[in-house]
């Protein structure tokens, strides 16, 4: 069964810059599995953030940014702002109809 | 304006069957999948399957294959998640998720840009 493994947490300070990934159990990550970013702060539904790697959701601000880097997709925050810290859930489409989630990466802001 | 609205919280005791439901508004509802995902009590996102309602062709993910059912009902823009017998372990909350579709080339998006509000089911004796 497929995996997608995130870093379970992180932490970056106010106005810094984080990058989450998200990686394959085995193989690489790639733009032909449409990597989208997913952001669920506490008892809210998740956000839609990305979507088909790097294009940001209506509404998300440009400091929200999706690319590949080597294996693993990634999720960039610039200028984390104290409502950045979240859950991040990343999902790759696997094809067929399916889809995969990552476990999650807790972001902490302070 | 597009919205799915899930149906209220749920407490059921083990063996009990029982149907949650999501109904989208807003957008031609037999023309997007509708998938569900779902939250365990302090875990993460997983996604469990999809629907097309046009057809209703389904794919489930393996984890949830012969667990649940997904189904539709297009004359009432609802769809639904389905167990014959509820186990404790099935306590989470359930996300119904709205697959985009792409206008401009006629073919879909592999995302989901919107998002139920969530039905908590508690399974307990």
């Known amino acids: 069964q497929t995996v997608l493994t995130q870093e379970p947490s992180f932490s970056v300070s106010p106005g810094g810059t984080v990058t989450l990934t998200c990686g394959l159990s085995?193989?690489?990550?790639?733009?032909?599995?449409?990597p989208s970013w997913y952001q669920q702060t506490p008892g809210q539904a998740p956000r839609t953030l990305i979507y088909?790697?790097?294009t940001r959701s209506s509404g998300v601000p440009d400091r929200f940014s999706g690319s590949i880097l080597g294996k693993k997709a990634a999720l960039t925050i610039t200028g984390a702002q104290a409502d950045d810290e979240s859950d991040y859930y990343c999902?790759?489409?696997?094809?067929?109809?399916?889809?995969?989630f990552g476990g999650g990466t807790k972001l902490t802001v302070l | 304006e597009v919205q799915l609205v899930q149906s209220g919280a749920e407490v059921k005791k083990p063996g009990e069957s029982l149907r949650i439901s999501c109904k989208g508004s807003?957008?031609?509802?037999?023309?997007?999948?509708i998938g569900w995902v779902r939250q365990m009590p302090g875990k993460g996102l997983e996604w469990m399957g999809v629907?097309?309602?046009?057809?209703?062709?389904?794919r489930y993910s393996p984890s949830f294959q012969g667990e649940v059912t997904i189904s539709v009902d297009e004359s009432i823009n609802t769809a639904y998640l389905q167990w014959n017998s509820l186990r404790a372990s099935d306590t989470a909350i359930y996300y119904c998720?709205?697959?985009?579709?792409?206008?401009?080339?006629?073919?879909?998006?592999?995302?989901?840009?919107?998002w139920g509000q969530g039905t908590p089911v508690t399974v307990s004796s």
């Open positions: 998720v709205r697959r985009d579709y792409d206008h401009l080339l006629g073919s879909y998006f592999h995302y989901f840009d919107y």
């Open positions: 807003g957008y031609g509802f037999t023309s997007y999948w």
């Open positions: 629907i097309y309602p046009g057809d209703f062709e389904t």
């Open positions: 085995s193989g690489s990550v790639s733009s032909s599995q449409y």
């Open positions: 088909n790697t790097s």
């Open positions: 999902v790759l489409y696997m094809g067929s109809g399916v889809w995969v």
